[in-house]
């Protein structure tokens, strides 16, 4: 038997988990992205999606991301509620396969919390740590 190796780079799970929230009807008006705009200020509906480690297990062939993300909105009651649909959206990708990936669990880790937010200063961000548990095919 062969042990599988780690893969020469992980998927890129930023752009899945995107792709996964920008699909979510409840998210339809906010904008889902790795990298915000240059002229973002935090005050717009928005989600940041950020990988933050995790770990690859090379026995399962699973990379466990810790992906958070940032969820902003023009009041911090809008900032919540857009939080959550993201939340939800990404914990319904469990059981999902998305091209050679599958998505077997997410577990939330922290969140969504109020935090402020020290770049934006007019700001209302909530942040949430999920980990993805995506079988690499």
């Known amino acids: 038997m062969t042990t599988p190796t780690p893969p020469s780079a992980f998927p890129d799970v930023e752009a899945l988990v995107v792709d996964i929230l920008e699909a979510d009807p409840a998210l339809s008006t906010a904008l889902v992205t790795v990298q915000p705009p240059e002229d973002f200020d935090g005050t717009a509906a928005a989600v940041l999606v950020n990988r933050r480690g995790g770990a690859w297990v090379g026995e399962r062939h699973v990379d466990q991301p810790l992906i958070e993300l940032e969820v902003y909105g023009p009041t911090k009651q809008a900032a919540h509620v857009l939080a959550n649909s993201a939340r939800r959206a990404l914990m319904a990708a469990a059981g999902n396969r998305y091209g050679t990936n599958q998505i077997t669990e997410v577990e939330e880790q922290d969140g969504p919390r109020w935090l402020p937010d ?20």
């Open 118 to 137: 020290y770049l934006y200063r007019a700001a209302n961000r909530y942040v949430t740590v999920l980990t993805v548990y995506l079988d690499v095919y």
